[in-house]
T-cell receptor, first 115, second 108 residues
Framework: DTEVTQTPKHLVMGMTNKKSLKCEQH?????MYWYKQKAKKPPELMFV???????INESVPSRFSPECPNSSLLNLHLHALQPEDSALYLC??????????????FGSGTRLTVV | GQNIDQPTEMTATEGAIVQINCTYQ??????LFWYQQHAGEAPTFLSY????GLEEKGRFSSFLSRSKGYSYLLLKELQMKDSASYLC?????????FGKGTMLLVSP
């Protein structure tokens, strides 16, 4: 299995809703990432988990809450989002030793629309 | 911090060769990646350089000069399906930072 699987692929939610994005990989990668990408912009790092522990939080608002239940799963819990949070949310994973140069493996993303 | 610069758009014709340049300034450097991204899809890995020189992979090649903070992606025998955004990304101490991407349009 060489994939990162994200669900759902599309999500429309109201500003008072609570929803979760899910990400799963079975490549044995011990680093997992959430990126946010607006149209025609590069992906922007949100969170990094290393060995299931949050290692980087790029000053993301608390309405985004990440969770890493185990080494294969990464969730992003959403609550009280704003319309400007509408974007493509990408999950990625990697080996912690980047010396092998394989980079990150990205999931296909969740297209989120906040109404 | 990381600063990565690449052209916003490029156009080329089918069958041609195109070179997409990238300059970077980073604190901590562990490699330079190129990704391809079609609209609405996830980035897909194309190439990686950590040492100076050229890496060739089929129709795609990537070059790195660490002393100049410079890389390029070379695409040969362009096909219509190569129309996409090409992202230069620098690996710092532990995370990947992306440039704004170069939108390549291949015309017949």
């Amino acid at each position: 299995d060489t994939e990162v699987t994200q669900t759902p692929k599309h999500l429309v939610m109201g500003m008072t809703n609570k929803k979760s994005l899910k990400c799963e990989q079975h490549m044995g990668h011990r680093a997992m990432y959430w990126y946010k990408q607006k149209a025609k912009k590069p992906p922007e790092l949100m969170f990094v988990y290393s060995y299931e522990k949050l290692s980087i939080n790029e000053s993301v608002p608390s309405r985004f809450s990440p969770e890493c239940p185990n080494s294969s799963l990464l969730n992003l819990h959403l609550h009280a989002l704003q319309p400007e949070d509408s974007a493509l949310y990408l999950c990625a994973s990697s080996q912690l030793n980047q010396g092998q140069g394989i980079g990150y493996t990205f999931g296909s993303g969740t297209r989120l629309t906040v109404v | 911090g990381q600063n990565i610069d690449q052209p916003t758009e490029m156009t080329a014709t089918e069958g041609a060769i195109v070179q997409i340049n990238c300059t970077y300034q980073t604190s901590g450097f562990n490699g330079l990646f190129w990704y391809q991204q079609h609209a609405g899809e996830a980035p897909t890995f194309l190439s990686y350089n950590v040492l100076d020189g050229l890496e060739e992979k089929g129709r795609f090649s990537s070059f790195l000069s660490r002393s100049k903070g410079y890389s390029y992606l070379l695409l040969k025998e362009l096909q219509m399906k190569d129309s996409a955004s090409y992202l230069c990304a620098s690996l710092g101490y532990s995370t990947l930072t992306f440039g704004k991407g170069t939108m390549l349009l291949v015309s017949p």
